[in-house]
């Protein structure tokens, strides 16, 4: 018995080669695209690689025609906003969390714990901080001006957060005593750990570098919050760049 070979309906072997051009093209334009991005604001903040600025601008238009000549058009808007969109920790888990992908004990941490509440302030501080930065470059003072009003507002969002985490510790710390004392008055006072065995002394840090490792160790706290309030009134970029820079690392315990 013969059979026939029915072609099916999927691409041929030229068409799935085009489908592989367009999805490189694609790729190529927004990651010079990103690149570059990235580099004009690491030397709007003072840092980066002017020097390159040039190369990757010409790298990002090569990309785009490569992207014409195998889609048949340029890069949309929509498509060069989804590449350049801020999409940072707290947009992924609120998406993560809209689609379901989050567990109870995550969604416990992220809602319950106040990581959403900290990843929204950052998410606000960090679109601030980029609304300064861009209108500042222009001299279009409104916009600047919402900015800084933004900024301020994820500032605030920030300190509400640490406050909220140091009533915490104390509303813990104050059950712990609660339950010591209870013991005591019971006369079932907990068992002291074992002693460990005694080492010999380490030299007491200086004061500085004491200072500069409780500084690395701290994070952004309220002295810093406060210096960055004053250089959002100064206009002082460079200092608001510095600052917002540690915003990202939690601060430990006081």
Not at 188 to 199: D, H, I
Not at 225 to 239: G, P, S, Y
Request: with cysteine; proline share 4%; aromatic share 6%.
């Amino acid at each position: 018995m013969s059979f026939k070979v029915i072609d099916g309906g999927g691409p041929d072997k030229e068409g799935r080669d085009r489908q592989r051009e367009q999805e490189w093209a694609s790729s190529d334009f927004s990651s010079a695209l990103r690149e570059c991005a990235a580099n004009v604001l690491r030397v709007v903040r003072g840092a980066g690689k002017p020097y390159e600025l040039l190369v990757q601008m010409q790298e990002v238009v090569d990309k785009a025609i490569k992207y014409r000549e195998a889609h048949g058009y340029y890069p949309s808007s929509d498509l060069i906003l989804t590449k350049l969109a801020l999409h940072d920790e707290y947009k992924q888990q609120r998406k993560r969390d809209d689609r379901g992908e989050i567990n109870e004990e995550s969604r416990h941490f992220l809602r319950e714990e106040g990581e959403f509440t900290r990843l929204h302030a950052l998410h606000v501080i960090h679109c601030g901080a980029l609304q300064i930065a861009a209108s500042g470059l222009i001299g279009q003072d409104t916009q600047q001006r919402a900015g800084e009003s933004e900024l301020h507002r994820g500032l605030t969002m920030w300190q509400q957060w640490l406050e909220e985490q140091r009533r915490k510790r104390q509303d813990a710390a104050s059950v712990t005593r609660a339950g010591q004392k209870r013991l005591r008055r019971q006369g079932e006072a907990p068992a002291q750990a074992s002693r460990p065995v005694a080492k010999a002394a380490s030299p007491e840090p200086t004061p500085a570098r004491q200072s500069q490792r409780t500084r690395r160790q701290r994070g952004f706290g309220e002295a810093d919050l406060k210096e960055l309030r004053k250089a959002i009134k100064a206009k002082d970029a460079k200092k608001i760049a510095e600052l917002t820079a540690k915003i990202g690392r939690r601060p430990s315990d006081d």
